[in-house]
Nanobody, 123 residues
């Protein structure tokens, strides 16, 4: 079993900053890639940022220059630093991890998701 737990969401004024964290725990052999997704009301979920095991990052055009994704491999944790927040950034943010889990029959790939954390940006 692998669990992802997010923290750091909340209410912030436009122009402000927040840092989200997502910690993985459980029977983890390794984590290949992480992603942060968001879903606003009545909109499809979108990939906001991703980071590979080697540290390569990618961002949605809408957040480039404002959001930064990073990871701490020792802590099995990923972060999303969000700055210059806009009301349109309001959404439930969820983390995703491409995990290699330890199972009774050996290592196995696992696509793990957190429960989501709400970010609300007021104008």
């Amino acid at each position: 079993q692998v669990q992802l737990v997010e923290s750091g969401g909340g209410l912030v004024q436009a122009g402000g900053s927040l840092r989200l964290s997502c910690a993985a725990s459980g029977s983890i052999f390794s984590i290949n890639a992480w992603g942060w997704y968001r879903q606003a009301p009545e909109k499809q979920r979108e990939l906001v940022a991703a980071i590979t095991s080697g540290g390569s990052t990618s961002y949605a055009d809408s957040v480039k220059g404002r959001f930064t994704i990073s990871r701490d491999n020792d802590k099995n944790t990923v972060y999303l630093q969000m700055s210059s927040l806009k009301p349109e950034d309001t959404a439930v943010y969820s983390c995703n991890a491409d995990v290699v889990a330890v199972t009774l029959i050996g290592a196995a790939p696992l696509d793990a998701w957190g429960q989501g954390t709400l970010v609300t940006v007021s104008s």
